[in-house]
């Protein structure tokens, strides 16, 4: 609880400070409205990342490092968390014929583009499956987004992309029934 | 509002430059970071050399070399110079909260013992030198608050010492006027006495030619004993004042009658006032001034008794054109058994002064050696 808060008030001393002393434009991600499906035994959840890769990603996109994207999803009812599920997306760039790779872990998929916009679109979306028995009930679902520390392998230094996002997570809730929903 | 003390002022003057300083500074590391974060976007390197043709597969190797070099480059620079921004801006913050804490810390910490000091300094002013301040606080606090532990401390111990040595002063005086005062009455009782212890040895039948006239001196000087007595009795009894509206005019007018006939006392009243005063203490007031006039002026010369209304105020001024005060003198004649007279207990314009404060009133005396004097009462009318 307490890792929570301080990130939070981390975060917000981080953004107040570039908002008072900083030209620095960096991303200020959230997640656009997440829409769930329940699929047999499966509920899914989709949606997309919303300003999340603008300002400085696509040169961080062509570095030729692997750049992943976690996505933490954990299903709770009250106190008690029924599952915790945790997603990759990550972009890699062959530097020799100038082409980008988008690679979901959660649905084993796999997106190339030579165009970064494409690219961006692409890692921003997604869609999980989260295996649930009926009687959960009413639950809430909760999705959080963060840029790993990188390594770049050719200058031996790594790096927290975090800064990217201005080390804010963005997060977000949907209260689902499972008995009720579609 | 309130005016800043010095030390803030100086505190505050120092934050406003240190943090404008930073502030600049911070202005000047943005702008140049902006200008590399433009020049390093401009830079396109690997497009350029994707679009060369490579003869064999060892040039190819080393342009890929080159090219994932520079895109690492280029990202990493990228970040870098986000992450430097976010930390100058995070630390200048976090400076700029950090120094408004100390300030406003300091500033409590210094103002809350001065605030202590000055309430102890208004109680020292006020008489109470009892009050010691707790030791606590900065070092230096702690100092100024002992010294003035120890200031107080001295102060308390001079003050006692002052007061033993006063009231030992007033009873000497007290003892010396009395003694005084009840001799003179004493000396020509006794002469009497005497004189009539002689006639009775020597010449038994003519005592009675000397008789009335003893009476008479003894009667006298009883009178004199008696009077003196009265006179410590109403000064250590001055009452409350019970204050209540009449015309002043009145009562002096029926003051004057017993004194009218030996003496040229001359009226200037307006008739249509009203004081707020103590009856009895008026009475006595306006009797000890006029009696003071009467023993000041020889030869019978007039006094004059003028009364006025001046704005919320009624003014009596009794003058007189007597020996007048020599101007020395003119500050001690309200003390207590301050006297120019041969006669006389000293406690009579005391008692005036006394009576005035209590009935809050004023009075003044205007005087030159020779001349006479006037003594003005101005007291409070109806309609205050």
Redesign the interface.
Known sequence: MFEGIGAKLFSS??S???L?????Q?NDPSFTSVTVQKTGSYVYLSGSLHSAFEN?FP??F????QIPVHFALSVRQGSKTLAQRRFTHSVS?D??T?SYEVYKSGGAQSFQSDKVEEIIAEVARFRFGIPYQPSWGEVNIRIEASLPKVN????N?E???M??W??QKPSTKVVVDLRKAQ | MPRLALHTRIIVLFLLITISGL?LL?MVF??K??EIHGA??RMEL??RL?SIRHYNAED?LKA?EI???Y??????L???L??S??V???V???VIIASSLIFIVSIIRISKPLRELKHATDQIRQGNYSVHLPETGISEMRELKNSFNVMSRELESTQTKLLLAEKEMIWKDLSRILAHEIKNPLTPIQLVIQRLQERLETDPGSITDILPESVSIITQEIENLRLLAQDFSNYAKASQPARELFNPALLIREIIKSYAQNYDIRLELAEDLQVFFDKTHFYQVITNILQNAIDASLDAKPITIKMYGERSYVVICVQDQGVGIESKDLARIFEPYFSMKTKGTGLGLALVKKLCDANNAIVRVKSKAGEGSEFTLIIEDTAS
Do not use: P
């Open positions: 001393v981080v107040l400070s570039l008072l002393f900083s030209s620095f960096g400085d040169s961080i062509s570095s030729g490092a760039f530097t020799m100038g770049f392998r050719e200058l230094k790096v927290d992309l800064v990217l201005k080390h | 502030v911070n943005q702008a970071q902006d390093i976007g690997s497009e994707r190819s890929g090219m994932r070099e895109d690492a480059a280029k990202a990493l990228n970040i870098s986000g992450n921004r976010v100058t801006s995070v200048l913050f976090l």
